[in-house]
């Protein structure tokens, strides 16, 4: 009793659909308010399993390890993200033979996802073709791509910028080699790819929508 009076809060922005039985309500976090299930609800009222922000890769992206330094023997293992830890900022991503999940940040991990290279003026032939990310290499600032179907050359793999590639809407990436530095190092999701300008429209991880060139936005 008493909590009939909650009711006329259903009207909140984003909040449509959320009415529980009762009058109580879920704020499930804007988007990504269809996840919400039956088994939601923790025995303290609150959602026991919110939904990761849309600029967080989910739970079962499949990713490779890159650049760790203290943990080398990590890197290149081909893994799942687990869960997002919003506290700490780091997912938590485990790979077959490991005991117990890794704590990783998102600029350790490359997320493994079809795109298409384009813009390559030395390599004509490449432009066009679909291909498996597989890595990203730090030193030389390339993905290594596994094409779909071979280069004339016979090669199935190759090195390709940022830049020179096309990601797909709704890839999260991580923000470099901005002018603006207070977005760099930024998590993002792709909203939108405007081919000709070579920019992703994207919204970041404090909110904001920006336009950065494709060399700007690492999966």
Same mark, same amino acid.
């Given at each position: /009793? @008493? #909590?009939? =009076?909650? +009711?006329? $809060? &259903?009207?909140? *922005?984003?909040? !449509?659909?959320?009415?529980? %039985?009762?009058?109580?309500?879920?704020?499930?976090?804007?988007?990504? /308010? @269809? #996840?919400? =299930?039956? +088994?939601? $609800? &923790?025995?303290? *009222?609150?959602? !026991?399993?919110?939904?990761? %922000?849309?600029?967080v890769m989910p739970k079962g992206t499949s990713v490779v390890i890159r650049a760790l330094t203290k943990a080398p023997e990590h890197n290149g293992k081909t893994g799942r993200v687990v869960e997002w830890d919003q506290e700490r900022g780091r997912y938590m991503v485990e790979y077959d033979g490991?005991?117990?999940?890794?704590?990783?940040?998102?600029?350790?991990?490359?997320?493994?996802?079809?795109?298409?290279?384009?813009?390559?003026?030395?390599?004509?032939e490449l432009n066009g073709k679909w291909g498996e990310v597989c890595n990203f290499d730090e030193s030389s600032g390339r993905y290594k791509i596994r094409l779909l179907t071979k280069a004339r050359s016979d090669r199935d793999i190759v090195a390709v910028l940022p830049g020179n590639i096309v990601l797909s809407k709704g890839t999260r990436v991580v923000l470099q080699g901005l002018s603006n530095e207070q977005f760099n190092g930024q998590m993002a999701q792709v909203l939108e790819v405007d081919r000709q300008a070579a920019r992703y429209s994207v919204q970041c991880q404090n909110g904001k929508h920006i336009k950065v060139k494709f060399e700007n936005a690492i999966c």
């Open positions: /009793g @008493g #909590m009939g =009076g909650m +009711g006329g $809060m &259903g009207g909140m *922005g984003g909040m !449509r659909g959320m009415n529980m %039985p009762g009058g109580m309500f879920m704020n499930m976090g804007g988007p990504m /308010g @269809g #996840m919400m =299930g039956g +088994g939601a $609800m &923790g025995s303290s *009222g609150r959602p !026991r399993n919110q939904p990761p %922000p849309m600029h490991l005991a117990t999940p890794l704590a990783l940040r998102p600029a350790n991990l490359t997320q493994l996802c079809s795109v298409e290279i384009a813009n390559i003026e030395s390599q004509p």
